[in-house]
């Protein structure tokens, strides 16, 4: 018995019933046109991290500016 009840047997009838009605070129594309999707979504994740990070950096360095300016001033 394999996965949740379903035997391997009956995974490799899926995956053959697949590949006659969709033609192996066709889940080429579609693998490929996923595994994009899935880099893209990676990288923006990333760079969504790395603004953050420089807005909070940039948030510390004015809040430095300003303690700098106000001992200045005394």
């Known amino acids: 018995m394999g996965i949740g009840g379903i035997s391997i047997w009956q995974l490799l ?5 697949v590949v006659l009605l ?3 070129k066709r889940l080429k594309s579609l693998g490929s046109d996923l595994g994009g999707a899935v880099k893209g ?3 923006s994740m990333q760079d969504d991290e790395e603004e953050k990070k420089n ?3 940039s948030e510390e360095t004015t ?3 300003e303690q700098a300016q106000e001992e200045i001033k005394k």
């Open 13 to 17: 009838i899926i995956l053959v019933i």
């Open 22 to 24: 969709f033609g192996t």
């Open 41 to 43: 979504f990676k990288n």
């Open 55 to 57: 807005l909070e950096n």
């Open 63 to 65: 809040a430095k500016s």
